[in-house]
Nanobody, 126 residues
């Protein structure tokens, strides 16, 4: 079992920055792919970014590419999402997720993730 807890959300003006954190506890020794997803009210959950265990390969959705950076600190069992140049369309609840090794799911597919955090609200004002 794995538990994920996000933090770092809040209210920021257009063009501002936030850094989200996600701390894992429990069965942390497995080589999980870690991902960030977001969901706005009335819309489906969408992929934001992911980072793999092997070679720390990163993946980004087109809307955030060049503005967001995903990273991990294995010593702290933590994954981060640095968000710069924020736009109102980035407003959503952001979720941290973990995918167990040995699956054939793409890092961008939410159905491929096994564990999810509770979410943290990010609001970008005009």
């Amino acid at each position: 079992q794995l538990q994920l807890v996000e933090s770092g959300g809040g209210l920021v003006q257009t063009g501002g920055s936030l850094r989200l954190s996600c701390v894992a506890s429990g069965r942390t020794f497995r080589r999980y792919t870690r991902g960030w997803f977001r969901q706005a009210p009335g819309k489906e959950r969408e992929f934001v970014a992911a980072i793999t265990w092997i070679n720390t390969s990163t993946y980004y959705s087109d809307p955030v590419k060049g503005r967001f950076t995903i990273s991990r600190d294995n010593a702290k069992n933590t994954v981060y999402l640095q968000m710069n140049s924020l736009k109102p369309e980035d407003t959503a609840v952001y979720y941290c997720a973990a995918q167990v090794p040995g699956t054939n799911w793409s890092p961008a597919q939410s159905a491929g993730y096994d564990y999810w955090g509770q979410g943290t609200q990010v609001t970008v004002s005009s």
